[in-house]
């Protein structure tokens, strides 16, 4: 069994930054997490979960949605053990809730899909 445990989340005014970390623990071979890609959604109250930034092999490969290209930076810890989001000139259309996924089989992409596991969500706000 694979945990996900996300942190760092709140609330800050536009402009402002927040970095948000995802705690990864459990199986490690097989169907774990270790490898393969992970990767960042956000739910926004009444929206649908929208695919943020994802990463495999310590940044081999990594790729952003265009709302947060150039803003947001994912990154991971050399054991695969804690995977990180730095939001940068947030804005208020960021507010959602925040969620690791980890496991993704088919590299790294944005499709929900592909993640096996995942964490229960940290909160940001972005207030104008």
């Known amino acids: 069994q694979v945990q996900l445990v996300e942190s760092g989340g709140g609330s800050v005014e536009a402009g402002g930054s927040l970095t948000l970390s995802c705690a990864a623990s459990?199986?490690?071979?097989?169907?774990?997490?270790?490898?393969?890609?992970m990767s960042w959604f956000r739910q926004a109250p009444g929206k649908g979960r929208e695919g943020v930034s994802c990463?495999?092999?310590?940044?081999?490969?990594?790729f952003y949605a265009d709302s947060v290209k150039g803003r947001f930076t994912i990154s991971q810890d050399s054991a695969d053990n804690t995977l990180y989001l730095r939001m940068n000139n947030l804005k208020p259309e960021d507010t959602a809730m925040y969620f690791c996924?980890?496991?993704?089989?088919?590299?790294?992409?944005?499709?929900?899909?592909?993640?096996?596991?995942w964490g229960q969500g940290t909160q940001v706000t972005v207030s104008a």
């Open positions: 996924a980890a496991g993704g089989e088919w590299g790294c992409t944005l499709s929900a899909s592909n993640y096996a596991y």
């Open positions: 990463i495999v092999g310590h940044g081999t490969q990594i």
């Open positions: 459990g199986a490690t071979s097989g169907i774990g997490y270790r490898g393969k890609a």
